[in-house]
């Protein structure tokens, strides 16, 4: 049985090594070396908002995490990662729910995330769980977040886009309503 819960210290470690191996199915599907540059869960720890990581079972070692960053404005979906071996299971739609009823009990009135357009198990993923492409806000924080994804040379792998959910009560099925 499933587990969703807040990355613990013991739970940090594995972030990183999460998050490169689903880098590698992607730098597969767009045909580049992605590299190695999976930031560490402290890193990811150390910045405001929350760390959720799901589990096969209760206490079992996480297979994939959501790192949510909080700013004035709201709620930002940062990262979203699970491990090649647990995908298509759907632990990453139930961690998109837990991420965006965390948004909802801590105050936040949207969430927003920004992703690759044209890759098949984004855009679209992100759609089937209520989030609209919408126009990149001018707030400090967007503004900041997308010339680190020019500097990180997010932009030479494809198109990305911003998009955005107001976060309200998730249903089962884990679309916004």
């Known amino acids: 049985m499933r587990e969703i819960r807040p990355a613990t210290s013991a739970d940090l470690g594995s972030l990183s090594e999460i998050e490169a191996a689903a880098d590698r199915v992607f730098a597969d599907f767009a045909g580049f070396d992605i590299g190695d540059d999976a930031r560490s869960g402290e ?65 936040h009135g949207r969430v927003t995330l920004r992703t690759y357009a044209d890759v098949p198990w984004n855009r679209p993923f992100y759609e089937s769980c209520g989030f609209e492409v919408a126009p990149q806000p001018e707030e400090t924080f967007f503004r900041a977040l997308l010339a680190a994804e020019l500097e990180a040379g997010l932009f030479e792998h494809g198109a990305r886009v911003f998009m955005r959910a107001d976060a309200v009560a998730v249903p089962r099925n884990g679309a916004a309503s």
């Open 43 to 107: 890193e990811r720890a150390a910045q405001p908002g929350y760390l959720l990581v799901v589990s096969d079972a209760p206490g079992e070692r996480p297979v994939g995490f959501a790192h949510v960053l909080e700013h004035p404005g709201g709620a930002h979906l940062e990262q979203l990662s699970v491990s090649p071996g647990s995908a298509r299971r759907g632990h990453g739609r139930a961690l998109v729910k837990a991420a965006i009823s965390e948004a909802v009990r801590r105050g």
